[in-house]
């Protein structure tokens, strides 16, 4: 038997954010045991903490889908610190850092007591070339200045009026041909108040899903709006909402920096016990 938590993150009230698996001592398990898991749990992502390789991590994780290993992802890391603090895993102050398949990621906790991680610096930024693949992907919606950006995973971003992001339809067999270039793409709009909202999208196993709340996405958000020049109306941070579409309402703040962003939210441990893997 293995301590097990799952932990929803992005709220602060349970079944309204997204959720993610957390193996707390996954020291032995293999590569094929950790992908039946998550599998089994079929939940976005399902991490494993492990001991740390590398000077100055706090702890290790890695990170399942239900059908591949990812470097890293934004919800996991906040819900596996968050899992880990409850337990008592993590060294008492205000800042951890993680180890991951991206490297090391920083995580501190914010006045509000919400924890935020540093965004991983993009290893490219690629313009998309034939964007009117993409038009046809979201139905007839023309995003404004379409990016890969690869922050470990590899979001397709770009910005939309409030109204297409709620409207959107996709192209199931455009899409597929985006996905050659990337499987993930994520939107956002900005409304009236300065609020962005944001829909994220994926394959998993041929099939397009909604990405409940992401935090790689919003990461990747962050750096289209700082790309794109929207930083300097945003005073240097902003809300974000997520999830509606999903019947959640994930909220997350990021702060924009020209040297590190960070991503944050709350979360809350809904499950807590063991599993026998």
């Known amino acids: 038997m293995r301590r097990f938590a799952q932990v929803d993150v992005f709220?602060?009230?349970p079944g309204r954010g997204n959720p993610v698996a957390v193996v707390l001592d996954a020291e032995g398990l293999t590569d094929e045991e950790m992908q039946r898991l998550a599998h089994w749990t079929n939940l976005s992502e399902t991490t494993f903490v492990l001991p740390t390789t590398r000077p100055g991590a706090d702890y290790q994780v890695r990170i399942f889908t239900p059908g591949r290993e990812l470097p890293f992802a934004g919800h996991p890391t906040i819900g596996t610190a968050t899992a880990l603090l409850d337990a008592g895993q993590l060294p008492s102050g205000s800042s951890w850092t993680q180890e991951c398949g991206a490297g090391l990621v920083e995580l501190r906790r914010l006045d509000d007591g919400a924890l935020a991680f540093a965004a991983p610096a993009p290893v490219a930024e690629e313009p998309l070339d034939d964007e009117l693949l993409l038009v046809r992907a979201l139905g007839g919606v023309k995003a404004d200045q379409p990016t890969v950006i690869e922050?470990?995973?590899?979001?397709?971003?770009?910005?939309v009026t409030l109204e297409e992001l709620n409207s959107l339809q996709l192209d199931a067999e455009?899409?597929?041909?985006?996905?050659?270039?990337?499987?993930?793409v994520t939107l956002y709009a900005v409304d009236d108040s300065g609020d962005l909202h944001v829909r994220s999208f994926f394959r998993e196993e041929n099939r397009i899903e909604e990405d409940p709340v992401c935090g790689?996405?919003?990461?990747?958000?962050?750096?289209?709006v700082q790309l794109s020049g929207l930083d300097t109306a945003l005073a240097g941070g902003y809300r974000a909402f997520q999830g509606r579409h999903r019947g959640r309402d994930g909220r997350i703040s990021v702060k924009l920096d020209e040297g590190q962003n960070w991503v944050g939210g709350q979360a809350v441990t809904v499950i807590s016990g063991t599993i026998a893997v």
Do not use: F, K, M
């Open 151 to 159: 922050i470990g995973p590899r979001w397709l971003t770009g910005r």
């Open 11 to 13: 709220t602060s009230q």
């Open 174 to 184: 455009a899409y597929a041909q985006i996905s050659e270039i990337t499987p993930d």
């Open 216 to 224: 790689s996405g919003n990461a990747c958000v962050a750096r289209h």
